[in-house]
């Protein structure tokens, strides 16, 4: 990840805590706080940060760099089982996707 990217996930980060920490927050039933413990990594444009939440509980959320458009910059959300068992079998077709795209760079 580069430099000007990695300080944009982190000012991105910050900005969604204090939002979820807002008394008046829609679903904030237990006037919860928010704080990030702890930013991962996991490629150019992904990573995943925990919130520690002041009831002691901590929040998984998965955020992604869209690098052009009108969409550019760092999106997230809060993945259910649902949504990672999704991702595994996205995994998959991506990958037969790349297999039968391969051919075209010879063409």
Excluded at 60 to 75: D, E, H, Q, R
Aim: net charge positive.
């Amino acid at each position: 990840m580069n430099k000007n990217i990695a300080i944009e996930l982190d000012l991105e980060v910050k900005k969604i805590a204090e939002r979820f920490s807002r008394k008046d927050r829609e679903m904030n039933f237990n006037n919860e706080t928010f704080h990030v413990d702890k930013i991962y990594p996991s490629s150019d444009h992904s990573a995943t940060v925990i919130f520690k939440k002041s009831s002691g509980k901590v929040g998984v959320a998965f955020f992604y760099y869209i690098p052009n458009g009108m969409s550019k910059g760092w999106k997230y959300f809060f993945p259910t089982d649902s949504h990672i068992s999704g991702m595994r079998a996205f995994e998959l077709h991506k990958l037969i996707a790349e297999n039968e795209n391969y051919k075209f760079n010879f063409l």
